[in-house]
């Protein structure tokens, strides 16, 4: 599996964004990584449509959007308008996750479903045909610069055993808590795509890039 690199803007400097998204771009991000936050689903309210409009335009990369939102089904079609390229939605959050899948895929974007730390994997068992990357929750969601969940490890390996035993070449994308040693770590237990907010965006962002990407090689 290709092993890509996500930064997440949540991490970043609002006031100056475009040129941050730029800058971890240059250097190398494979993935932009959007955290959406409600304030319903999680305890914070982080950005929207308006800001992912806006942004677009800086970056060709893949714009991977995570709903930490109650029934994200609601706002599909605005996410898809002002330019998500991935949609993962949370299994916690859907009411009916095989529709709601199903409408991002009529869509033509790429489907995600993510689990927070206490969901078990068997949450998976009736999607996966509908699903092209699982995001395994390694803090639970709602706040960027956490600590890394360790129990995550074993839910990883245990999920790309079940993926490889059914031939499926399913991402495993690891989200929280994500820096030089914890990196390794997840990569070695099965996941391929890393996102990372604070070990991206605080201090000299295009070195932090290559760091981690050279980590990942
Ligand atoms: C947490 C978000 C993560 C977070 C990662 O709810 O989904 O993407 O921004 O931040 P770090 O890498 O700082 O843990
Ligand atoms: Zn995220």
Known sequence: MERLLAPSILAADFSVLGEQIRQADE??????????????????ISFGMPLIASVR???KKLFDVHLMVQDPERYLDDF?????????????????????LHQIKEMGLRTGVALNPATPLCALDYVLDKTDMILIMTVNPGF????FIE???????TLRE??????????????????????????????NVIV?????????????VRALKELMK
């Open 27 to 44: 250097a190398g991000a494979d993935y932009i990584h959007i955290d959406v936050m409600d304030g319903m689903f999680v305890p914070s």
């Open 57 to 59: 335009r800086e970056t």
């Open 80 to 100: 898809a308008k002002c330019g998500a390229d991935s949609i993962t939605v949370h299994a916690e959050a859907c009411r009916h996750l095989d529709r709601t």
């Open 144 to 147: 960027g610069g956490q600590a």
């Open 151 to 157: 129990s995550s490890l074993d839910k990883i390996r």
């Open 162 to 191: 079940r993926l490889d035993c059914s031939g499926r070449r399913t991402d495993i994308e690891v989200d929280g808590g994500m820096n030089a040693d914890t990196l390794p770590r997840v990569l070695k237990a099965g996941a």
């Open 196 to 208: 990372a907010g604070s070990a991206v965006f605080r201090g000299d962002i295009a070195k932090n």
